[in-house]
């Protein structure tokens, strides 16, 4: 039986396939986009931040980031628009990357509600390193997270170091499986639901 992609999942595979075939080489701005729906973010107020961003091929993007003073936060946003989620679906990522500097972050999703935003954490951490290295995070949905409750729209944030280095971003992809999926005949794998 063939599943209909969930529209987060449509609209994420839609904007990384843009990001995939654009040409970038630009100073990114705080907040604005560099291709539809994704941009950095950073407490400006903190911290002076450069990040230059550039194409290379079989990757996403590049960016050379250097910072001047201690940012509250410092992240990689890309949205995935609106769509419904229910208690008991899992959601996920699998990323592929590599830092100049190792670290590992917690990627968490905001979802917006009447003008506020509301995070649910994804419950597993991404490690980066010089190395490079695939990473899966799933998250069964609870009834309490926001990415249930909400509505709205969607985005992904994948919180950086906030220190100098180097991150090459050569893959991303997002995970749906439906609570009503998971009791489905056949074995599923990760690649059949991954888009």
Not at 157 to 174: E, S
Request: charged share 15%; net charge negative; glycine share 8%.
């Amino acid at each position: 039986m063939f599943l209909v992609p969930h529209p987060c999942v449509e609209n994420a595979a839609i904007t990384l396939h843009q990001l995939r075939q654009a040409t970038l080489a630009t100073a990114a701005t705080e907040c604005v986009p560099l291709t539809d729906n994704v941009y950095f973010s950073w407490d400006s107020a903190q911290a002076d931040v450069s990040v230059t961003v550039h194409s290379a091929p079989g990757q996403l993007l590049t960016a050379e980031i250097a910072l001047q003073g201690t940012p509250r936060w410092f992240a990689l946003n890309i949205g995935l628009g609106t769509g419904a989620f229910a208690a008991g679906d899992s959601f996920g990522l699998v990323i592929d990357a590599q830092s100049s500097v190792p670290f590992a972050c917690q990627p968490f999703v905001r979802s917006s509600k009447e003008g506020e935003g509301f995070d649910t954490t994804l419950a597993d951490e991404i490690a980066l390193s010089p190395a490079g290295r695939a990473c899966v995070v799933l998250h069964s949905l609870a009834a309490s997270d926001p990415l249930v409750w909400t509505g709205g729209f969607h985005t992904l944030i994948l919180p950086l170091p906030k220190q100098n280095l180097r991150f090459d971003l050569r893959d991303l992809r997002l995970v749906h499986l439906g609570a009503e999926d998971v009791a489905m005949p056949g074995q599923r794998t990760l690649t059949s639901v991954a888009c």
